[in-house]
């Protein structure tokens, strides 16, 4: 692994640890989407500061370059992680939908009792 691809995964990954703790310090974004972030990044940190691990890892995975194993790697994590974030945004269409119906159904009760409450009072005068 060259020199110049450690020095950048050791920049992004500084960098992107800085963004994420001021996001967490602002309360921008959750604690369980922060810890992620941070243990990718730190995960880069270390596949750029022990080169022999990554050297290692290729080996297992049986890519030619270890910068290979390094995009399948990141490419992989992203993957699993969209994949997670899909099954999250589905629960949460799923929850909207039923609030929506929820409310619907609320506001036609109400609106019948209301017509049922004006027509008594119609009658009783």
Same mark, same amino acid.
């Given at each position: 692994?060259?020199?110049? $691809?450690?020095?950048?995964?050791?920049?992004?990954?500084?960098?992107? $640890?800085?963004?994420?703790?001021?996001?967490?310090?602002?309360?921008?974004?959750?604690?369980?989407?922060?810890?992620?972030?941070?243990?990718?990044?730190?995960?880069?940190?270390?596949?750029?500061?022990?080169?022999?691990?990554?050297?290692?890892?290729?080996?297992?995975?049986?890519?030619?370059?270890?910068?290979?194993?390094?995009?399948?790697?990141?490419?992989?994590?992203?993957?699993?992680?969209?994949?997670?974030?899909?099954?999250? $945004?589905?629960?949460?269409?799923?929850?909207?939908?039923?609030?929506?119906?929820?409310?619907?159904?609320?506001?036609?009760?109400?609106?019948?009792?209301?017509?049922?409450?004006?027509?008594?009072?119609?009658?009783?005068?």
């Amino acid at each position: 692994m060259s020199m110049q $691809l450690r020095l950048v995964l050791i920049v992004v990954s500084l960098l992107t $640890l800085i963004l994420m703790l001021g996001r967490i310090r602002t309360a921008k974004m959750r604690i369980e989407d922060s810890i992620f972030w941070l243990g990718f990044c730190l995960l880069l940190l270390v596949f750029s500061l022990l080169p022999q691990l990554v050297y290692w890892m290729a080996g297992l995975a049986g890519t030619q370059a270890p910068v290979n194993f390094i995009f399948l790697f990141v490419i992989f994590v992203l993957l699993l992680r969209l994949f997670s974030l899909t099954l999250r $945004l589905s629960e949460l269409e799923i929850k909207f939908q039923e609030l929506v119906q929820r409310i619907a159904l609320h506001e036609s009760l109400e609106r019948e009792r209301l017509e049922m409450g004006v027509d008594k009072g119609e009658g009783e005068k």
